[in-house]
């Protein structure tokens, strides 16, 4: 139970450390720069 209270990061090599919600941000950012390419490319 102890375990579960403490908050979860991820790491982002060694000089960078994310948050749940931060990484939540930095994927709907890459897929948002996805789609963008991609229409670029079909249109």
């Known amino acids: 139970m102890w375990h579960a ?3 979860f ?3 982002g090599g060694w000089f960078y450390t ?3 919600a931060t990484f939540v941000d930095l ?3 890459s897929f948002s720069y996805y789609t963008v390419l ?3 490319r079909e249109g």
């Open 27 to 29: 994927i709907r950012l």
């Open 9 to 11: 990061f991820f790491r």
């Open 5 to 7: 209270q403490k908050p």
């Open 18 to 20: 994310l948050n749940v």
């Open 38 to 40: 991609r229409s670029m």
